[in-house]
Every structure is written in C-alpha cells, then in structure tokens.
C-alpha cells in the first residue's frame, strides 16, 4: 500500500513539475514572439483642400507611418512622411510632400487602439503654381483614427481622418485627409 502511495505521488508530482514547466516556456514563447506596439504602416485616401473662399479642391493623398510607444501603450509617437497630388488652375498635377510628427493618445480595447494626435511639419514642393499648396508652408494637424490587428498581432488595419492647417494661423487654408491602410508591427 505505501509503494503504491509513494509511485502515485511521484507520478502526480512529476506530472505537476511537467504541465508547470511546459506553461512556463509557452508563457515565455509568447512573451518573445508576442511585437512590441511599434508599427510601419502605408495608408492611402483622399484629402479635401479648401482656402477659405471658393477654389477648394479634391486632391490624392497617401502616407508611410512609423508608431512607436513613448509611455507605455497610451503615449504614442508618429514620424510620417505624407504626400498630396492635386491640380492647379490650368489642370497641370502638383505634388506636395508633407513630414510631419504627432503625439497620439491611444486607448488600447483589446485589439483596437483608437487614438487621438496632434502634431506639426511642413509642406516640401513647388512654390507659385496656382494650387491652394505651397512648399515651404508650416503644417499643424490634427487626427483621430484606429488601429485593429489582423492576421495574429503583426498586420494592422488603420482607418484615419486628419485635418491640417497650412501657413499662419490667419492663412485660412486647411485640408481634410481620410485615409485607410495597412501596416506591420515589429
């Protein structure tokens, strides 16, 4: 009777020993593997252009973002290089670079993150061409956005709307971008 008790007790202790470091290393594994809440992202859409009068115009905009936590997952920090393709008075197509960087607030549910930024930049191109553009311009914006993980944590979906203003703050010239993209966590 106590041989048996005693081989019971080894079999269980060395079972508990086996399922305990057998969770561990799959708790390790995951923790490894699991990315950080740093991203690479491209995004493409539509920006609305308007100077305060009547020459509004409809331009295509497109994005390559980097995401990178500054506190935690709730602080956020974007580089972006964004560019905008719209037509001057005699139809001739103006292309703008605008780099910019924001600080985002994030509120992670899960796998969404919507967020909420503010930043600065300025506007890279031609000067003169009759668009509501022009290079040289200072940027403030604005955005509110979400991002969604997709395909096991590495593949984001983000959907973003981002109003900038161009110039002085009495220039009157701002724009609308909504954009949607994909992006890659790392």
């Known amino acids: 009777m106590s041989r048996r008790v005693v081989t019971v007790a080894v079999a269980v202790a060395v079972a508990l ?3 305990a470091s057998s969770a561990q290393a799959q708790y390790h594994g995951r923790m490894q ?9 491209y995004v493409i859409g539509f ?3 308007d100077d305060g009068y009547v020459s509004d115009s409809l331009g295509r905009a497109w994005s390559v973002r980097m995401d990178s936590p ?5 602080v956020m920090g974007e580089l972006a290089l964004s560019g905008v393709s719209t037509k001057d008075l005699v139809g001739t197509r103006q292309r703008f670079l605008i780099p910019e960087a924001q600080v985002q607030f994030q509120l992670p549910v899960g796998p969404f993150r919507p967020y909420l930024g503010f930043g600065a930049g300025g506007v890279m191109g031609p000067r003169g061409t009759g668009t509501i ?3 040289g311009q200072r940027t403030l914006s604005t955005a509110i956005g979400l991002r969604t993980y997709l395909a096991g944590d590495r593949l984001t ?6 109003v900038r ?4 703050r009495n220039s ?11 992006g890659l966590r790392f």
Do not use: M
Request: hydrophobic share 40%.
């Open 157 to 162: 979906l983000n959907i973003e709307s981002r």
């Open 133 to 135: 553009l022009d290079g």
């Open 17 to 19: 020993l086996v399922a």
């Open 70 to 74: 500054i506190i935690g997952r709730f």
């Open 172 to 182: 009157g010239v701002s724009s609308v971008d909504v954009t949607a993209g994909f």
């Open 33 to 41: 593997s699991r990315p950080t809440e740093q991203s690479l992202s």
């Open 165 to 168: 203003q161009y110039g002085e």
């Open 47 to 49: 920006a609305a252009l």
